[in-house]
T-cell receptor, first 114, second 116 residues
Framework: QQQVKQSPQSLIVQKGGISIINCAYE??????FPWYQQFPGKGPALLIA?????SEKKEGRFTISFNKSAKQFSLHIMDSQPGDSATYFC?????????????FGSGTQLTVLP | EAQVTQNPRYLITVTGKKLTVTCSQN?????MSWYRQDPGLGLRQIYY???????DKGDVPEGYKVSRKEKRNFPLILESPSPNQTSLYFCASSSVLLGGRTDTQYFGPGTRLTVL
Protein backbone atom coordinates (compact mmCIF):
# COMPACT_ATOMS: atom_id res chain seq x y z
CA GLN A 1 0.00 0.00 0.00
CA GLN A 2 1.10 3.56 -0.64
CA GLN A 3 1.90 5.12 2.69
CA VAL A 4 2.56 8.59 1.28
CA LYS A 5 0.08 9.96 -1.26
CA GLN A 6 1.19 12.90 -3.38
CA SER A 7 -0.82 15.23 -5.60
CA PRO A 8 -1.05 16.55 -8.21
CA GLN A 9 0.81 14.27 -10.59
CA SER A 10 1.69 17.23 -12.79
CA LEU A 11 1.50 20.98 -12.35
CA ILE A 12 1.92 23.88 -14.76
CA VAL A 13 2.51 27.34 -13.31
CA GLN A 14 3.30 30.70 -14.83
CA LYS A 15 6.57 32.39 -13.93
CA GLY A 16 6.13 34.34 -10.72
CA GLY A 17 3.23 32.21 -9.55
CA ILE A 18 2.91 29.96 -6.52
CA SER A 19 3.38 26.21 -6.92
CA ILE A 20 1.71 24.01 -4.32
CA ILE A 21 2.25 20.26 -3.98
CA ASN A 22 0.43 18.24 -1.38
CA CYS A 23 1.20 15.02 0.45
CA ALA A 24 -0.72 12.92 2.94
CA TYR A 25 0.60 10.12 5.07
CA GLU A 26 -0.92 7.28 7.06
CA UNK A 27 1.74 6.12 9.51
CA UNK A 28 1.67 8.33 12.60
CA UNK A 29 5.13 7.04 13.54
CA UNK A 30 6.70 9.09 10.72
CA UNK A 31 8.75 11.88 12.26
CA UNK A 32 10.79 13.30 9.40
CA PHE A 33 9.36 14.75 6.18
CA PRO A 34 11.81 15.76 3.43
CA TRP A 35 11.15 17.03 -0.04
CA TYR A 36 13.43 16.02 -2.88
CA GLN A 37 13.91 17.80 -6.21
CA GLN A 38 14.90 15.85 -9.31
CA PHE A 39 16.01 17.32 -12.62
CA PRO A 40 15.94 15.20 -15.80
CA GLY A 41 18.86 12.79 -15.94
CA LYS A 42 19.82 13.43 -12.34
CA GLY A 43 19.23 11.75 -9.02
CA PRO A 44 16.92 13.31 -6.43
CA ALA A 45 18.48 15.94 -4.17
CA LEU A 46 17.23 17.07 -0.77
CA LEU A 47 15.43 20.41 -1.06
CA ILE A 48 13.96 21.05 2.38
CA ALA A 49 12.77 18.97 5.32
CA UNK A 50 10.60 19.35 8.41
CA UNK A 51 9.94 17.55 11.65
CA UNK A 52 6.40 17.36 13.11
CA UNK A 53 7.18 19.57 16.09
CA UNK A 54 6.87 22.67 13.86
CA SER A 55 4.05 23.71 11.55
CA GLU A 56 6.11 25.53 8.95
CA LYS A 57 9.65 25.75 7.66
CA LYS A 58 10.87 28.27 5.14
CA GLU A 59 14.08 28.31 3.13
CA GLY A 60 14.21 31.07 0.55
CA ARG A 61 11.30 30.65 -1.84
CA PHE A 62 10.50 27.15 -0.56
CA THR A 63 8.15 26.56 2.38
CA ILE A 64 6.87 23.36 3.93
CA SER A 65 3.54 23.58 5.74
CA PHE A 66 2.81 20.72 8.12
CA ASN A 67 -0.56 19.72 9.62
CA LYS A 68 -0.01 16.93 12.11
CA SER A 69 -3.67 16.40 13.00
CA ALA A 70 -4.64 16.03 9.35
CA LYS A 71 -1.51 14.00 8.56
CA GLN A 72 -0.75 16.27 5.64
CA PHE A 73 2.16 18.38 4.52
CA SER A 74 2.73 20.55 1.49
CA LEU A 75 5.47 22.31 -0.44
CA HIS A 76 4.94 25.88 -1.53
CA ILE A 77 7.24 27.46 -4.10
CA MET A 78 6.83 31.21 -4.13
CA ASP A 79 7.71 33.32 -7.18
CA SER A 80 8.15 30.14 -9.24
CA GLN A 81 10.88 30.30 -11.88
CA PRO A 82 11.49 28.26 -15.05
CA GLY A 83 14.59 26.85 -13.31
CA ASP A 84 12.26 25.27 -10.74
CA SER A 85 10.86 22.98 -13.44
CA ALA A 86 11.62 19.51 -12.11
CA THR A 87 9.99 16.51 -10.47
CA TYR A 88 9.34 16.90 -6.77
CA PHE A 89 8.99 14.02 -4.35
CA CYS A 90 7.72 14.20 -0.83
CA UNK A 91 8.92 11.54 1.58
CA UNK A 92 8.48 10.41 5.14
CA UNK A 93 10.54 8.34 7.49
CA UNK A 94 10.88 7.08 11.00
CA UNK A 95 14.18 8.20 12.49
CA UNK A 96 14.11 5.96 15.50
CA UNK A 97 15.78 2.62 15.23
CA UNK A 98 18.81 1.64 13.25
CA UNK A 99 18.02 3.07 9.86
CA UNK A 100 16.08 5.91 8.33
CA UNK A 101 13.99 4.24 5.67
CA UNK A 102 12.46 6.81 3.35
CA UNK A 103 8.98 6.23 1.94
CA PHE A 104 8.46 8.37 -1.13
CA GLY A 105 5.36 9.83 -2.71
CA SER A 106 4.69 9.22 -6.39
CA GLY A 107 6.16 12.53 -7.56
CA THR A 108 4.90 15.75 -9.13
CA GLN A 109 6.24 17.02 -12.41
CA LEU A 110 6.34 20.82 -12.19
CA THR A 111 6.60 22.98 -15.29
CA VAL A 112 7.06 26.72 -14.85
CA LEU A 113 6.27 28.62 -18.02
CA PRO A 114 8.41 31.68 -18.87
CA GLU B 1 34.01 16.37 -5.43
CA ALA B 2 31.68 14.46 -3.11
CA GLN B 3 29.56 12.16 -5.19
CA VAL B 4 27.79 8.88 -5.70
CA THR B 5 28.62 7.20 -9.00
CA GLN B 6 26.76 4.44 -10.77
CA ASN B 7 27.72 2.31 -13.73
CA PRO B 8 26.48 1.69 -16.27
CA ARG B 9 24.13 4.64 -16.78
CA TYR B 10 22.14 2.79 -19.42
CA LEU B 11 21.79 -0.96 -19.94
CA ILE B 12 19.69 -3.07 -22.27
CA THR B 13 19.75 -6.79 -21.60
CA VAL B 14 17.71 -9.92 -22.14
CA THR B 15 15.71 -12.02 -19.72
CA GLY B 16 17.84 -14.30 -17.58
CA LYS B 17 21.24 -12.77 -18.27
CA LYS B 18 22.91 -11.93 -14.98
CA LEU B 19 23.97 -8.34 -14.54
CA THR B 20 25.55 -6.10 -11.93
CA VAL B 21 25.08 -2.38 -11.45
CA THR B 22 27.91 -0.82 -9.50
CA CYS B 23 27.60 2.00 -6.98
CA SER B 24 30.46 3.83 -5.34
CA GLN B 25 30.61 6.80 -2.96
CA ASN B 26 33.60 8.89 -1.91
CA UNK B 27 32.10 10.46 1.22
CA UNK B 28 33.03 7.66 3.66
CA UNK B 29 29.32 7.10 4.31
CA UNK B 30 28.28 4.11 6.36
CA UNK B 31 24.74 3.88 4.95
CA MET B 32 24.03 2.94 1.34
CA SER B 33 20.78 2.04 -0.36
CA TRP B 34 19.25 1.06 -3.69
CA TYR B 35 15.94 2.37 -5.03
CA ARG B 36 13.95 1.80 -8.17
CA GLN B 37 11.87 4.57 -9.70
CA ASP B 38 8.79 3.74 -11.72
CA PRO B 39 6.19 6.14 -13.17
CA GLY B 40 3.39 6.81 -10.73
CA LEU B 41 5.09 4.87 -7.94
CA GLY B 42 7.89 7.21 -6.90
CA LEU B 43 11.04 5.64 -5.48
CA ARG B 44 10.85 2.32 -3.70
CA GLN B 45 13.69 0.94 -1.63
CA ILE B 46 15.18 -2.38 -2.73
CA TYR B 47 17.97 -3.02 -0.22
CA TYR B 48 20.01 -1.00 2.19
CA UNK B 49 23.24 -1.40 4.14
CA UNK B 50 24.15 0.19 7.43
CA UNK B 51 27.82 -0.73 7.11
CA UNK B 52 30.25 -3.28 5.67
CA UNK B 53 28.78 -6.79 5.68
CA UNK B 54 25.44 -5.46 7.06
CA UNK B 55 22.57 -5.47 4.56
CA ASP B 56 18.80 -5.63 4.87
CA LYS B 57 15.73 -5.80 2.65
CA GLY B 58 13.75 -2.76 1.69
CA ASP B 59 10.21 -2.69 0.32
CA VAL B 60 10.82 -4.52 -3.00
CA PRO B 61 13.79 -6.91 -2.62
CA GLU B 62 12.50 -9.81 -4.72
CA GLY B 63 14.77 -10.63 -7.66
CA TYR B 64 17.70 -8.57 -6.39
CA LYS B 65 20.86 -9.24 -4.40
CA VAL B 66 23.40 -6.89 -2.89
CA SER B 67 26.75 -7.13 -1.18
CA ARG B 68 28.79 -4.73 0.91
CA LYS B 69 32.36 -5.97 1.08
CA GLU B 70 33.87 -2.48 1.08
CA LYS B 71 32.56 0.69 2.65
CA ARG B 72 32.57 2.69 -0.59
CA ASN B 73 30.90 0.10 -2.87
CA PHE B 74 27.40 -1.35 -2.90
CA PRO B 75 26.69 -3.32 -6.08
CA LEU B 76 23.19 -4.38 -7.11
CA ILE B 77 22.97 -7.84 -8.65
CA LEU B 78 20.16 -9.18 -10.81
CA GLU B 79 20.92 -12.87 -11.20
CA SER B 80 18.04 -13.61 -13.58
CA PRO B 81 16.53 -10.33 -14.79
CA SER B 82 12.94 -10.25 -15.95
CA PRO B 83 11.03 -7.59 -17.92
CA ASN B 84 9.27 -6.36 -14.76
CA GLN B 85 12.67 -5.21 -13.51
CA THR B 86 12.86 -2.66 -16.31
CA SER B 87 13.19 0.54 -14.35
CA LEU B 88 15.35 3.50 -13.35
CA TYR B 89 17.65 2.57 -10.47
CA PHE B 90 19.22 4.92 -7.97
CA CYS B 91 21.93 4.32 -5.41
CA ALA B 92 22.11 6.58 -2.37
CA SER B 93 24.40 7.04 0.60
CA SER B 94 24.44 8.92 3.87
CA SER B 95 26.38 9.17 7.06
CA VAL B 96 25.09 7.58 10.25
CA LEU B 97 24.61 9.93 13.19
CA LEU B 98 24.98 9.24 16.87
CA GLY B 99 22.31 6.81 17.98
CA GLY B 100 22.30 5.07 14.62
CA ARG B 101 20.07 7.46 12.72
CA THR B 102 20.97 8.28 9.15
CA ASP B 103 21.56 11.77 7.81
CA THR B 104 20.53 13.28 4.45
CA GLN B 105 20.73 10.78 1.60
CA TYR B 106 22.79 11.67 -1.48
CA PHE B 107 21.67 10.04 -4.70
CA GLY B 108 23.66 8.87 -7.71
CA PRO B 109 22.70 9.87 -11.28
CA GLY B 110 20.68 6.73 -11.95
CA THR B 111 20.91 3.64 -14.15
CA ARG B 112 18.21 3.07 -16.74
CA LEU B 113 17.74 -0.67 -17.17
CA THR B 114 15.70 -2.32 -19.91
CA VAL B 115 15.12 -6.07 -19.78
CA LEU B 116 13.80 -7.51 -23.04
Amino acid sequence: QQQVKQSPQSLIVQKGGISIINCAYENTAFDYFPWYQQFPGKGPALLIAIRPDVSEKKEGRFTISFNKSAKQFSLHIMDSQPGDSATYFCAASITSGSARQLTFGSGTQLTVLP
Amino acid sequence: EAQVTQNPRYLITVTGKKLTVTCSQNMNHEYMSWYRQDPGLGLRQIYYSMNVEVTDKGDVPEGYKVSRKEKRNFPLILESPSPNQTSLYFCASSSVLLGGRTDTQYFGPGTRLTVL
